[in-house]
Nanobody, 122 residues
Framework: QVQLIESGGGLVQAGGSLRLSCAAS????????IAWFRQAPGTEREFVGA????????YYADSVKGRFTISRDNAKMLAYLQMNSLRPEDTAVYYC???????????????WGQGTQVSVTS
């Protein structure tokens, strides 16, 4: 049974940091790109960034480049999203997803977590 479980969300002041984790099970983790998406109320789910199966390739949305960092630990089947210099506009539910290809499109990802809420106050 494939599972992706996000954790680490919460409430933080603008300028602060949070680290989200994505725990995977039920598939060969190292063979999959892991991506992070987010969805604010009333908006479409948007791409945040992705990391290749080996961890050697990274891809970020312009809106988070230089502030967010994605990493992974294949031995532990975990992926991370380190978020620094948070802004109120980063407030959203954050999802991790697994897919065979590195891409910004939702349809490229086969497995999804349930999401974790991140709220940034001004």
């Amino acid at each position: 049974q494939v599972q992706l479980i996000e954790s680490g969300g919460g409430l933080v002041q603008a300028g602060g940091s949070l680290r989200l984790s994505c725990a995977a099970s039920g598939f060969i983790f190292s063979r999959y790109t892991i991506a992070w998406f987010r969805q604010a109320p009333g908006t479409e789910r948007e791409f945040v960034g992705a990391i290749s199966g080996s961890g050697g390739n990274l891809y970020y949305a312009d809106s988070v480049k230089g502030r967010f960092t994605i990493s992974r630990d294949n031995a532990k089947m975990l992926a991370y999203l380190q978020m620094n210099s948070l802004r109120p506009e980063d407030t959203a539910v954050y999802y991790c997803a697994a897919g065979k290809y590195m891409d910004h499109m939702l349809s490229s990802y086969d497995y999804w977590g349930q999401g974790t809420q991140v709220s940034v106050t001004s």
